[in-house]
């Protein structure tokens, strides 16, 4: 991973080159990550309908349920041919 940092600051970490500043990153990532983490909580059905907007949920209301019938079974199909070809990526 490469991090973009600001002259000034990349000019007082060389000061310190007995630090490794990738620990530091990694250490800050992992902390950061667990502040998200255990930072989620769950939300109601009606927030989650308030958070996509009432045209979204309009949208989906008025989808047939076998357009996402298709879509799970193309999905889980896809899903398997790569599992078969022991494959991480698949394009859909």
């Known amino acids: 991973m490469t991090l973009s940092i ?14 490794k500043w990738s620990e530091v990153a990694r250490k800050a990532i992992t902390e950061y990550l667990m502040e998200l983490e255990n930072s989620r909580t769950e939300i109601s059905m009606e927030e989650f309908r308030e958070l996509l907007g009432k045209e979204t ?5 008025s989808t047939p349920n076998e357009v996402y019938e298709e879509y799970y ?8 041919e790569r599992t078969k070809r022991g494959s991480t990526t698949q394009t859909f």
Request: glycine share 4%; no cysteine; aromatic share 8%.
């Open 6 to 19: 600001p002259p000034e600051l990349y000019h007082k970490m060389k000061k310190h080159p007995e630090i």
């Open 57 to 61: 949920v309009g949208d989906i209301e």
């Open 73 to 80: 079974k193309k999905a889980r199909e896809l899903e398997w």
